[in-house]
């Protein structure tokens, strides 16, 4: 889990209340409300908005004057103090914006990789159950296997290879018999390895 870079509350503060100067909603010579009254507006300690004010004090936006109570000072010194802290608080959201999406690629990158993963063994056991490459050879008239049946040719003695199909104009037959005759046009469809396919290519295209 990522880490969240947190701002301080009463740096927060302190910039909220700077931008309410600014915004009028908090006038020039206007007493700031009491430090309680201000916390449960928050949802904060005192303390937490006495370090707020001390802060803004120490910018000259507020005055607190002892047994008195504080008082809004300079909407112009709100704004420096804005345009000083702000960008604090926006590096701070941007550092964590950063890390959101540091996170995000990490995991989009381990669903990758498990992916990947998945689809290695998917590719690898279809390997195993399908050792052999499909290959087509279409018989011609005069080829010597044209009219005989599979049974008769011996087909997989004498090439080491096996046919799987026979396609038949707009027709497959799938796994023929022994019985199954072989037509002109015919293409017929086998497996085996690399010499057993040369073997049958060969085989087919001899003539009689």
């Known amino acids: 889990m990522s880490e969240r870079i947190i701002q301080p509350q009463y740096l927060r503060i302190a ?71 702000g960008k604090r608080v926006d590096l701070g959201q941007l550092q964590n914006q950063l890390k959101n999406m540091i996170a995000q690629h990490n995991e989009l990158s381990r669903k990758i990789s498990d992916t990947a993963a998945v689809i290695s063994k998917i590719e690898e056991s279809a390997s195993i159950a399908a050792p052999f490459t499909n290959y087509e050879v279409k018989i011609e008239e005069n080829s010597r296997v044209c009219g005989k049946n599979i049974g008769e040719l011996q087909f997989w003695q004498a090439t080491g290879a096996t046919i799987i199909a026979i396609r038949r104009e707009d027709n497959i037959i799938l796994s023929p018999g022994p019985y199954a005759q072989l037509l002109a046009g015919d293409t017929v469809v086998f497996v085996g390895d690399l010499a057993a396919a040369e073997a049958a290519e060969k085989y087919i295209r001899e003539t009689e």
């Open 15 to 85: 910039l909220d209340i700077a931008s309410r100067v600014t915004r009028g909603e908090l006038q020039e010579n206007s007493k700031v409300y009491g430090r309680s009254v201000m916390a449960s507006e928050y949802g904060v300690s005192p303390e937490t908005i006495r370090r707020a004010l001390k802060l803004l004090s120490d910018m000259q936006v507020v005055e607190i004057k002892p047994q008195s109570g504080v008082y809004i000072l300079s909407a112009d010194n709100a704004q420096k103090y804005i345009e000083r802290f």
